[in-house]
């Protein structure tokens, strides 16, 4: 069975620009969650998606957002990209949305803004 | 707020020694997992402890949950070059999201 796949595996950017990273689901689970791991700060909590519907955000600003498809894949969207958004963007999929559902990641997407 | 800090940060030993890595936070939390990363890839899920005082072995990697869940330990037996990565522990938080310690840095040199 394949596991959490995501999408580019890197992607350079420019200060201003907007990123758009993907993400595909072990194929049964609903909920989809972002994190970003930046050198030196651990993985923080950005996004949780489950049935299509936006559940709960990070400490993160608007500029960083996402949408959940009727497939379950999932798309992270960050607009004005700044030097500090530089980090590896990690998506983990779980069958629901007890706390006790084990989530599973996906390989991560390097983002470098230049 | 719920925080979950790992100690040592960084662990650098010899082929052969053993190790144990601490988690702990003043939140109990319903349960904690243990995932180990290598450079440039994401977490991979190690083992959920669920219930408190329990213990769990995975080949020479033993996990305990202590007894008010609030802790937890990784212990490594025999550590091997293969050891060597990022170990995170993780608990559930109050969004639906994992709350991660910053995780311990293990190198394990032949």
């Known amino acids: 069975e394949a596991g959490v796949t995501q999408s580019p595996t890197h992607l350079i950017k420019t200060r201003g620009q907007q990123a758009t990273l993907r993400c595909s689901p072990i194929?049964?689970?609903?909920?989809v969650y972002w994190y970003q791991q930046a050198l030196g700060l651990g993985l923080q909590f950005l996004l949780w998606y489950d049935e299509g519907e936006e559940r709960n955000r990070g400490n993160f600003p608007p500029r960083f957002s996402g949408r959940q498809f009727p497939n379950y894949s999932s798309e992270l969207n960050v607009n004005a990209l700044e030097l500090e958004d530089s980090a590896l963007y990690l998506c983990a999929s779980s069958l629901g949305t007890s706390r006790q559902e084990t989530q599973y990641f996906g390989p991560g997407t390097r983002l470098l803004v230049l | 707020t719920q925080l979950l800090e790992q100690s040592p940060q960084f662990l650098s030993i010899q082929e052969g020694e053993n190790l144990t890595v601490y988690c702990n936070s003043s939140s109990v939390f319903s349960s904690l997992q243990w995932y180990r990363q290598e450079p440039g890839e994401g977490p991979v899920l190690l083992v959920t402890v669920v219930t408190g005082g329990e213990v769990k072995k995975l080949k020479r990697l033993t996990f305990q949950f202590g007894d008010a869940r609030k802790d937890s330990s990784l212990h490594i037996t025999a550590a091997q070059p293969g050891d060597t990565g990022l170990y995170l522990c993780a608990g559930g938080g109050s969004q639906g999201n994992l709350i991660f310690g910053k995780g311990t840095k293990l190198s394990v040199k032949p």
């Open positions: 194929s049964g689970h609903t909920s």
